[in-house]
């Protein structure tokens, strides 16, 4: 049987209770990253997690309030999975582990426009992924991605001063 008391209230211990486990936040990265939505698509992810951890994962991030879990529109067969203010606001902690991660695994390639985005510019980073995620899209899948979103934001000229155009360095 599940532990439903928490060992302290500190404020670390309650976020690692909630997603501190490696697959609640790969299925977390799965919406905001890959925009991944069903049990199906959360399934076929590379780290290969079994069905009833990827189903009890499931159940707690929706029991917990990082997710909701509705019918999905286009065949009501098949349930997806969308996430919450709460879970959206784990998008800061993604994006700051995705930085980690390319700082200290040699195998991961970075994309220049990301890193330059990080760099120049976190808070908005965090806002155009929450505005995509929100929309329905994700970081690196489809026309609405972020990073087409950034790769577009370099073809256009600047802004007037006080305009909202993005450029990124590289």
Not at 71 to 85: C, F, G, I, K, N
Not at 129 to 139: E, Q
Request: aromatic share 6%; proline share 6%; with cysteine.
């Amino acid at each position: 049987m599940k532990r439903t008391d928490r060992k302290s209230h500190c404020p670390v211990n309650f976020a690692l209770e909630t997603v501190g486990d490696p697959w609640s936040l790969l299925v977390v990265r799965d919406i905001v990253f890959h925009g991944k939505h069903t049990f199906g698509e959360f399934l076929a992810a590379e780290e290969r997690i079994t069905t009833s951890v990827l189903a009890d994962r499931l159940a707690t991030l929706v029991r917990t309030g990082i997710l909701t879990k509705s019918r999905d529109p286009a065949d009501r067969r098949r349930e997806s999975y969308a996430l919450t203010a709460k879970g959206l606001a784990l998008i800061p902690v993604l994006v700051e582990l995705a930085n980690w991660g390319v700082s200290y695994d040699p195998e991961v390639v970075a994309n220049p426009l990301w890193v330059g985005k990080a760099r120049t510019d976190r808070e908005g980073l965090y806002r155009l992924i929450r505005d995509t995620v929100l929309a329905g899209g994700s970081v690196f899948r489809g026309e609405g991605s972020v990073i087409s979103q950034l790769e577009g934001s370099l073809a256009r000229p600047p802004a007037a001063p006080g305009g909202s155009a993005l450029i990124v360095p590289l």
